[in-house]
């Protein structure tokens, strides 16, 4: 697992070879929206540090971070200390905490709350171990919450061939959640509880090509298998008997999903230390779901100020899974197959721009630390829906004729990283 806090990006070029992993989100399903932008925005902002027969450098990072957007509020912080032994292991402790305040379109429509609160902590170990040109992984993390807990198991393998040219790297992760829910927005009388399980399967290659240009292809497949939907979230459906023109009734999801994803990404090193960076990937499932992205990016050192500045433009295009509708026409409408109306298994498109700026501190700033620095990073993200609509609409006359869903969101990333 590498560190969320890891800026990677001009250590890759200058240390000739990444090794890279496509990750697909498998958040929980009443936060796949957050986790969709958030993951995408984290892990595609930090790439795997340097070469893939390096161990990762000594260091301890103190992040705090922010999300506001869509009726959701998630702040928290999160703690990373890595330490190598004997030039052959490292090893990484991390704490990360999620503090969940919402009032979103969701919660909304299924328990008629003005908010809801909750929190969620992880905690995740791994190891390192360096053997010639080989580095093997293995980590472990659990998180918990009121309503769900999470363990991931994950393996991984690197190793560079052909003069350190190339390197080849194999993952795979195995996830067990418990899913329940919170009295608070139970929407029924009885108690819940089920379980799921996630099994990630990935290979990557990355080539370096000239002395200035990096490419790596990823290929990554899913197997889900449990229960996959969101204890809260309901359906509506056509009904005239009621004011508000329809009523609800609990989502009902596959307990199976198969997903496949690949990604594409080139780095350029430019003369004067500046670099460049465009990334393609694309995803398909077996409900239906088919979603692309495409993300540039540019780096730009000020070495007389210390400074490291970055700008980003990315944008998300996803089609609906089969089973989707925003109004269906009456109760159980597909008898015992499959219904939804979550957000995120709408067509919707996502554009992100955004800025970072890193100063390194003065050497010997800090007793006992080799070098540290300030990061600042800052996401805006326009997501928009093109058939889920909004049932809090005060204009529409009749349901299913309100405006189609959209929002704006912001993320703000601020840490610290300090190396010994």
């Known amino acids: 697992m590498t560190s969320p806090l890891f800026r990677g990006l001009e250590k890759a070029l200058l240390a000739k070879s990444s090794a890279c992993t496509l990750d697909i989100d498998r958040a929980r399903p009443h936060r796949v929206g957050v986790a969709l932008w958030l993951l995408c925005i984290v892990v595609m902002a930090t790439a795997h540090n340097g070469h893939a027969a390096v161990l990762p450098e000594d260091r301890v990072d103190v992040l705090y971070h922010s999300y506001d957007g869509g009726g959701a509020e998630i702040s928290g912080p999160s703690v990373l200390v890595r330490k190598g032994v004997a030039n052959t292991v490292s090893v990484y402790a991390n704490y990360y905490v999620d503090e969940v305040t919402g009032a979103s379109i969701d919660v909304d429509l299924v328990a008629g709350a003005t908010t809801y609160q909750e929190e969620r902590t992880e905690y995740s170990l791994g190891l390192d171990y360096l053997y010639d040109k080989t580095i093997m992984s293995l980590s472990y993390s659990s998180s918990t919450e009121n309503d769900y807990e999470a363990e991931t198991v994950s393996f991984g393998i690197s190793q560079d061939f052909f003069g350190d040219l190339t390197n080849v790297s194999l993952g795979f992760s195995l996830g ?16 819940f509880e089920d379980e799921a399980e996630h099994r990630r399967y990935s290979v990557g290659i990355s080539q370096i090509l000239t002395k200035s240009f990096i490419l790596a292809l990823n290929f990554e497949t899913v197997v889900d298998e449990g229960y996959l939907s969101n204890p809260y979230r309901q359906v509506r459906f056509v009904d005239n008997s009621v004011a508000r023109g329809f009523s609800l009734e609990p989502e009902l999801y596959p307990r199976t999903r198969n997903s496949d994803a690949y990604g594409i990404r080139g780095m350029y090193y430019l003369p004067y230390r500046a670099s460049l960076r465009a990334e393609y990937r694309a995803l398909s499932d077996s409900w239906g779901i088919s979603a692309d992205s495409v993300e540039l990016r540019y780096i730009h050192p000020i070495e007389q100020l210390n400074l490291t500045l970055e700008g980003k433009y990315r944008v998300y295009d996803q089609t609906e899974a089969n089973f989707f509708d925003d109004l269906f026409p009456f109760r159980n409408v597909n008898g015992v197959e499959f219904r939804a109306r979550d957000k995120e298994m709408s067509a919707f498109t996502t554009d992100t721009i955004g800025l970072g ?41 009749e349901a299913g004729a309100e405006e189609f869903y959209s929002f704006n969101a912001n993320v703000i990333r601020f840490f610290f990283s300090f190396w010994y």
């Not at 067990?176 to 108690?191: A, F, H, I, M, S």
């Open 357 to 397: 700026i890193s100063y390194e501190l003065p050497p010997n700033w800090i007793p006992f630390m080799e070098k540290s620095s300030i990061n600042l990073y800052w996401d805006h993200i326009q997501f928009d829906y093109e058939q889920f609509r909004d049932h809090r609409d005060p204009e529409a006359l």
């Open 176 to 191: 067990n959640d418990t899913v329940r829910r919170n009295e608070d927005l139970d929407p029924g009388d009885t108690p």
